[in-house]
């Protein structure tokens, strides 16, 4: 028993750990979540598949077997003592019996037979009789059900083991440990996919897959997530998906999403439609069909790539699509860009802050108000802000090395003021940093990526250094050509600088060149020469556009310059050499579908009723006996009344009295 108990424990906590614990995802997401020790440890003790882990379904055989030889040894027994009224009882074993009475009646013993059995079988007793030598020997007997309690309880826990096994995918880690099954790891279309990696629709009688099944499309496959890798279970039939559709809340949450499915089979006349949505899923030949999830089903994009490091004053259009890949020659060779992903709705929390923490670059730290701008992302007065249509893309270099990117198309207000997102980061385990691009009065980026463009172009920038330079030296009466052309090498080389590398640059510049004690002042000086190119290149810009009135700067255009410096001097962190901006896209979604076929989920179910019904039996039924002996005495019988229940002596022991005092009750009336 104490065995058993453990072992139901140790099986408990195991099934809530495989529920809680979501089952069979990929490494890389458990290494996120719990860190490289945690990892390690689940991984060794198998939690990320408790079902089908070796322990898990030895200690279900186990538990299986040791109960089916309780039953085997223990259950006739029962059945028989379910039967068995034990009229052999004799008087000796009468008295030592807690709950015992005696009597002396003055009626005849047929009379006190016909008394009591009539008495008791009101009250729910059944009886048998015995007489011998005289004396009479009444069996009465209630609740022998609850014999049954137990034999259903170890049975229902003997069918759910069943169950378990059925569903534990016995017979895959039996062919993979055979060599006969080989998990396929590495990132291909199903097609390419190996025998030794696929499985027949007879060759997996249990399994949960998934797959992702974009609109107009069909597939007689899904894909089953086992550890590090994955396999490909066949259909007997196969589905398609005509449409998907997702309704939204105001806020722009997901409401409800539901796909039209056509079941196409060769046992089909003609194909089944059904809807399936959240909860309610298609049922066809054993096999159930939950709607999980969404997902993009492969849009295509229309992109301008604005050249970050380059005087190009034009961008250049792309084409992408989700899931594809394209390569761009950029100076600094042959980029592969991923598209990973779109999103048309990204709704926020309107008091979330966006990610203002500080990112790592060259070993220093280049703080927020650098990379990322703090705030709340889109304050608003409602509970929800959506930031509207995005993308993610992986730009890889040929080395292999990538970063992850997530741009928005239109821009976001924070603070007052509006922003074209750009996140970063180089791991997945990090957040995105924010690379924020201040929008123009026409809520366009085309200002920052002229202004960026001019201060690439050597030629624009020499010609403001010179100027800038020249009212320096004539404020201060000097005319030395010598020192005027130091001065415009120093500031064209300083703004060349701070548009590769940022602040940054600069200070690491001085850092290599300049004595520790004069590197404050050269700082500041370098800085003064920095914002004056900068101030006047954005002066002629913002006169080019003819946005100059004749008070001068705004200060609404004063805040702008200061946000465009804060992006230009996070262009070196940014790591790309252009910035993608979305222009338009023509969704096209996914629905994800979880296939599942489960045969030993009704006997799991069978035996959870089975177990129930035991479990109330046992407990609220007692099996009663009470013994009558009746002998003749005299003109009259001397009665013996005993009796015993198989649980909570205390409320029995009540019961007993209870029967006596209304037998004494009725024979004391009668005198």
């Known amino acids: 028993m104490n065995l058993a108990i453990t072992m139901l424990v140790v099986i408990a906590v195991a099934s809530v750990i495989g529920t809680v614990l979501q089952q069979n995802q990929p490494y890389q997401d458990y290494i996120i979540k719990f860190g490289p020790y945690w990892h390690a440890i689940f991984k060794a003790l198998d939690l990320y598949d408790v079902y089908s882990a070796l322990w898990f379904l030895l200690l279900l055989g186990f538990l299986l077997l040791s109960t089916s030889v309780c039953i085997y040894r223990n259950g006739p027994l029962m059945l028989r003592d379910m039967r068995h009224y034990r009229l052999s009882m004799k008087e000796k074993s009468l008295r030592v019996m807690r709950n015992f009475r005696e009597w002396t009646l003055n009626d005849s013993p047929e009379a006190v037979e016909q008394t009591f059995a009539r008495y008791l079988n009101n009250k729910g007793y059944r009886v048998r009789r015995k007489t011998a030598e005289g004396t009479t020997v009444m069996a009465f007997m209630k609740g022998h059900m609850n014999r049954l309690g137990y034999l259903f309880t170890h049975v229902g826990i003997v069918v759910i083991c069943v169950g378990g096994l059925m569903d534990g995918n016995l017979n895959l880690s039996m062919k993979e440990w055979l060599g006969k099954l080989k998990l396929e790891t590495r990132d291909i279309s199903a097609s390419e996919v190996p025998d030794v990696s696929r499985l027949g629709p007879r060759d997996n009688w249990s399994f949960r897959g998934s797959i992702t099944l974009p609109e107009d499309s069909i597939s007689n496959l899904v894909f089953l997530n086992i ?263 120093s500031m064209v080389r300083l703004t060349s600088e701070f548009t590769r590398g940022g602040y940054q640059a600069i200070d690491q510049r001085i850092r290599q060149t300049v004595p520790e004690e004069q590197q404050m002042q050269v700082a500041e000086t370098y800085l003064k020469i920095l914002n004056s190119v900068l101030e006047n290149m954005y002066w002629e810009l913002l006169e080019n556009e003819g946005a100059v009135a004749g008070e001068g700067i705004t200060a609404e255009q004063d805040r702008w310059f200061e946000d465009a410096v804060n992006a230009l001097a996070s262009m070196g962190p940014y790591g790309s050499p252009f910035y993608l901006q979305l222009t338009n896209f023509d969704l096209r979604e996914a629905s994800g579908l979880q296939i599942t076929r489960s045969p030993g989920k009704n006997v799991v179910y069978l035996g959870c009723v089975m177990l129930i019904i035991g479990v109330f039996m046992m407990f609220y039924i007692t099996h009663q006996r009470l013994w009558v002996m009746i002998r003749p005495e005299g003109q009259g019988s001397r009665v013996m009344l005993a009796g015993m229940g198989n649980r909570n002596q205390r409320d029995f022991s009540k019961v007993f009295d209870t029967l006596g005092d209304e037998l004494e009750q009725h024979y004391a009336s009668r005198q």
């Open 227 to 489: 550890r590090d890798g994955y396999l490909v279970q066949e259909l007997p039939f196969a589905v398609e998906l005509k449409e998907f559709r997702v309704r939204y809340y105001d806020s722009g949450q997901p409401k409800s999403f539901e796909s039209d499915l056509l079941i196409h089979d060769d046992q089909l006349d003609t194909p089944l439609e059904k809807t399936i949505a959240v909860n309610h899923p298609l049922i066809y030949r054993g096999y159930a069909i939950y709607q999980a999830s969404f997902a993009d089903g492969g849009t295509k994009m229309a992109l301008n790539a604005w050249p970050l490091f380059d005087a190009a004053p034009e961008p250049v259009e792309l084409v992408g699509k989700v899931n594809a890949r394209r390569q761009i020659e950029t100076p600094d060779g042959t980029l592969t860009i991923e598209f990973e992903n779109f999103q048309q709705f990204n709704v926020f929390p309107a008091e979330q802050v966006s990610a203002s923490g500080e990112m790592e670059q060259g070993g220093e730290a280049v703080s927020g108000t650098d990379m990322v701008r703090g705030g709340e992302m889109g304050r608003s007065d409602k509970k929800f802000v959506n930031f509207g249509p995005s993308f993610t893309f992986k730009l890889r270099r040929p080395s292999g090395e990538a970063r992850e990117y997530v741009n928005y198309m239109a821009p976001v207000e924070q603070e007052g003021h509006y922003y074209f997102l750009s996140g970063m980061r180089e791991r997945q385990a990090e957040p995105f940093r924010y690379l924020h691009i201040p929008a123009d009065d026409k809520m366009s980026i085309d200002r920052f990526m002229r202004f960026h463009a001019w201060l690439n172009d050597k030629e624009r920038v020499r010609r403001i250094a010179e100027q800038s330079a020249s009212q320096a030296m004539s404020s201060a009466d000097t005319q030395d050509e010598d020192m005027l052309q130091n001065i415009v090498t």
